[in-house]
């Protein structure tokens, strides 16, 4: 019984996932991509400042595809957020002026990815 009342509750939390991020994660985790939701539902529900398009995005965007590297962008945007973004949505990190070329606060279809 517990059980069902954990899935009941995550497929509450992905209701407000968009479909432009469920769709990403179907195309960039084929065969994993119940995992990967439930990755990020697990970490929408335990942390309520990632339960966040933007960060859900970007955290998929810097996975490539990869289940341990989903996690471990969650980790690290848990920890720090902002880092996280500018990885994801900015190129030239490392200098003064660092350009941005995406933005996650728009569908994945908005970025042309």
Request: proline share 4%; glycine share 2%.
């Amino acid at each position: 019984m517990q059980f069902s009342l954990a899935v009941v509750h995550h497929r509450i939390k992905l209701r407000k996932l968009k479909n432009d991020i469920i769709e990403e994660v179907k195309l960039r985790f084929p065969l994993g991509n119940n995992k990967a939701i439930e990755v990020i539902a697990n970490y929408q529900e335990k942390y309520d400042y990632l339960d966040s398009d933007r960060i859900i995005r970007y955290v998929i965007f810097l996975a490539d595809g990869m289940l341990k590297s989903l996690e471990s962008n969650f980790e690290n945007a848990k920890i720090d957020p902002p880092d996280v973004m500018l990885w994801a949505e900015y190129e030239n990190t490392n200098d003064l002026n660092p350009k941005r070329v995406r933005d996650f606060n728009k569908p994945f279809i908005a970025n042309k990815l």
